[in-house]
């Protein structure tokens, strides 16, 4: 009895710790469309990470996970079943991405985000975005035109895979106009964890780090 006490007190302990880690540190996620290729494709799985949010705001060039802000998500996802659900709950196994998409952050509240200038590149607060380093090649940064002011507490964000993006361009029209509140975000997508010749460290690309882009 005294074992068995033991064992039950240590497993326990153990998902309790795994939960709290899910819910304050870090979570795995399934990545469920080819909307962000060749940076992550499909079934890729991602660890996005919660801590650096605590300490800094959502930036540019951040690759993030964030719950649908209405309506984004229009197929019908399976729902996973009850064993399913108590282990995504624990962290053991990776979030399907129900109710959650991936992209990547182009611009912060307050910027001017337009596309295109006559290079064909997105601009931000007026200086050109280099994104030949994440886009696939010969790839156009955008075939829709837009000019949007980032209102306070939201973002622009777009996939790398433009042509297969149903992004902040593609919802312009609806509720919130495209853009996606902070308050959304779940946490950064800080890596591939899953499969193991895609494992990889995501960085925010050198072109958001260009003096003058900030306001």
């Not at 108590?86 to 990776?94: D, T, Y």
């Not at 919802?171 to 509140?181: N, W």
């Not at 950064?188 to 899953?194: D, G, L, P, Q, S």
Request: proline share 7%.
């Amino acid at each position: 009895m005294s074992l068995l006490l033991e064992m039950t007190t240590v497993t326990v302990l153990a998902l309790v710790i795994t939960v709290v880690l899910r819910l304050f540190v870090a979570e795995a996620f399934y990545v469920p469309s080819e909307s962000m290729y060749d940076t992550l494709t499909t079934n890729d799985r991602i660890l996005a990470e919660k801590v650096s949010y605590l300490h800094r705001d959502v930036d540019r060039g951040d690759i993030i996970v964030f719950k649908d802000p209405g309506h984004w998500l229009n197929e019908e996802q399976k729902e996973p079943g009850t064993l399913r659900r108590i282990g995504e709950f624990v962290g053991i196994l990776p979030r399907s991405g129900e109710g959650h998409l991936v992209k990547r952050v182009i611009g912060v509240a307050g910027d001017k985000v337009v596309c295109c200038d006559k290079a064909g590149r997105i601009t931000v607060n007026g200086i050109p975005l280099d994104e030949r380093e994440y886009l696939l090649k010969d790839a156009k940064p955008s075939t829709t035109t837009f000019t949007v002011v980032v209102p306070p507490g939201s973002l622009w964000v777009m996939g790398d895979n433009r042509a297969e993006s149903a992004d902040s361009r593609a919802h312009m029209g609806g509720p919130g106009g495209g853009f996606v509140p902070v308050d959304n975000v779940v946490g950064r997508a800080c890596c591939v964890i899953w499969p193991s010749d895609r494992m990889t460290m995501l960085r925010p690309p050198e072109t958001f780090k260009k003096p003058g882009l900030k306001k």
